[in-house]
């Protein structure tokens, strides 16, 4: 897991600029500078995400892990299958995006 992703994502908790949950995710893509899913989200709601992201040029990241390992990285002692940055630079977003294609060549 890049180590920026994880940083910016318990920043973002501390500054409650993230969305918790598949569902919410959904509805509040437009909003979101990147959408970061791990291994348990359901392939339709999955497939859903993607789509709306894609159609709302905003970055997706599959996260190498569980929802109960995403949970914990959050903070929470919730199991959270997506989970959507509000606020990111775009330096940040574009060395996110480098490193995790990075992680899925090796």
């Known amino acids: 897991m890049a180590k920026l992703l994880e940083k910016m994502i318990k920043d973002s908790m501390e500054d409650d600029k993230c969305i918790l949950g598949a569902k919410e995710v959904l509805g509040s893509i437009k909003n ?3 959408v970061v899913m791990s291994e348990s989200v359901k392939k339709n709601l999955l497939e859903k995400i993607k789509d709306n992201a894609k159609n709302s040029k905003v970055s997706t990241i ?3 892990g ?3 390992e ?3 990285l959050c903070g929470t002692q919730f199991r959270i299958s997506a ?3 509000k606020t990111l ?3 940040n ?3 996110i995006l480098k490193e995790a294609e990075q992680e899925s060549q090796q």
């Open 83 to 85: 989970l959507s940055l």
């Open 70 to 72: 995403l949970g914990r």
């Open 62 to 64: 599959n996260f190498k």
């Open 32 to 34: 979101s500078k990147l």
């Open 93 to 95: 977003l574009k060395s």
């Open 89 to 91: 630079s775009e330096a």
């Open 66 to 68: 569980s929802s109960v």
